[in-house]
DNA sequence: AACGAAGTCAACCGCTAATTT
DNA sequence: GAAATTAGCGGTTGACTTCGT
């Protein structure tokens, strides 16, 4: 009689058989998944998912691939840098988050995604209450000093510019990029 | 030390767009 | 051109960790 298949906890189960896993991926998944795709590629993810051997379907393959597994992957320690462009991308493009991980090289959109909910969408919340409150009338008290710099950090990420003429612009041209980098160049002599 | 609340993030789900048959 | 399949995106969930009491 054949040993029971162990079960974890999300495994999706039809009937009596179990299908595929869920959850968290394992090191040993990982590494069929990432040898699979060195030998032969990360192109039809229902394949690499049959043939890798992990027991997971190919969206949860393509998924651990893209924001994981594949090179130069770069994880965690956003830097002031990249978080100042997630802002001004975020300001400029919303939810976009795969558009905005396309700027900052070897960050995934769910990185950026997890990060702009987690940390930024806070910050933003916050400086926007703040600057619902404008300045002090004579003869009551005058803003903290902590109010002051917040305010001049908003100055600094207004965007004096206009939008129909970038989106007009990016429309004329081709589905590249490049209207994003003029809008960055814009935004960089404007601060 | 124990517990609950809040925060974080990996992974899944549902949908749409793009591609193939 | 229509239907089926695949890829990709953004929203959401849930497990785990950290923090405060």
Redesign the pocket.
């Known amino acids: 009689m054949a040993p029971k298949m162990a079960l974890k ?1 999300g495994d999706e189960i039809i009937g009596k058989r179990k299908i595929v896993n ?4 394992t090191a040993e998944e990982d590494t069929k998944l990432s040898d699979y795709i060195q030998k032969y590629g990360a ?4 394949t690499v998912a049959l043939k890798a051997g992990v027991n997971r379907c ?3 393959c ?3 691939w893209l ?2 597994l594949r090179p130069n992957i770069k ?2 320690n956003i830097s002031d840098e990249e978080e100042d462009l997630i802002l001004r991308l975020h300001k400029l493009l919303g ?5 905005i991980a396309g700027r900052l090289p070897g960050r995934t ?3 950026i ?3 702009w ?3 930024l969408s806070k910050k933003v919340n916050h400086k926007e209450r703040k600057s619902e409150f404008p300045a002090t009338p004579a003869g009551t008290t005058p803003p903290s000093e902590e109010m002051r710099e917040e305010n001049l950090e908003n100055e600094d990420t207004e965007i004096n510019i206009d939008m129909n003429d970038l989106f007009h612009f990016s429309a004329e041209g081709t589905y590249g990029l490049d209207w994003i980098d003029k809008f960055l160049q814009i935004d960089e002599q404007g601060a």
Do not use: I, V
Request: aromatic fraction near 16%.
């Open positions: 906890k869920k959850g968290a991926w192109k039809q993810w229902k190919g969206k949860s393509r998924l651990r924001n994981y994880r965690g939810n976009r988050w795969s558009l959109d769910n990185e995604k997890n990060y909910n987690s940390h």
